[in-house]
């Protein structure tokens, strides 16, 4: 089996290195521009009738081969799959943003944890009713 990925995007934050990214979008303190690249930008119309959006990027700087880490706080390891860490088998990033504004295929959006020049493979809007518990 092959599965392959094409990015839609690119991330540009203020965050240039993995060790100045804020450990959850909830923590970012900068807004980011998510740059659609041009055969994707059809893809953006009625995107302003949401406000918030979950956004699908790559962990390009990750590592791919570990399936247990000690969390955030932790002392214990743990798998992957039970933490938010990044390193994992398939590093997919997933953060919950603000739009703010559209700008000629420019997202400009708050609350995005990743790194600048993160490619970005998907984006869905947040709906409360049936995203939340």
Known sequence: ?????KPVGVVRSPYKDVSEAPSQGIYAKEESVIH???EFQEALDGIIRYKHFFILYWLDRA???I???IPRGGVKKRGVFSTRA???????GLCLVELKKV???DLVVWGLDAVDGSYVIDIKPYFKDIDSP
């Not at 089996?1 to 990925?5: A, E, F, P, Q, T």
């Not at 990044?86 to 997919?92: H, L, T």
């Open 67 to 69: 399936l247990k880490v």
């Open 86 to 92: 990044p390193s994992r088998p398939n590093p997919i």
């Open 63 to 65: 590592e791919r081969n």
């Open 1 to 5: 089996m092959k599965i392959v990925l």
């Open 103 to 105: 700008d000629d295929g």
């Open 36 to 38: 659609i690249f041009p």
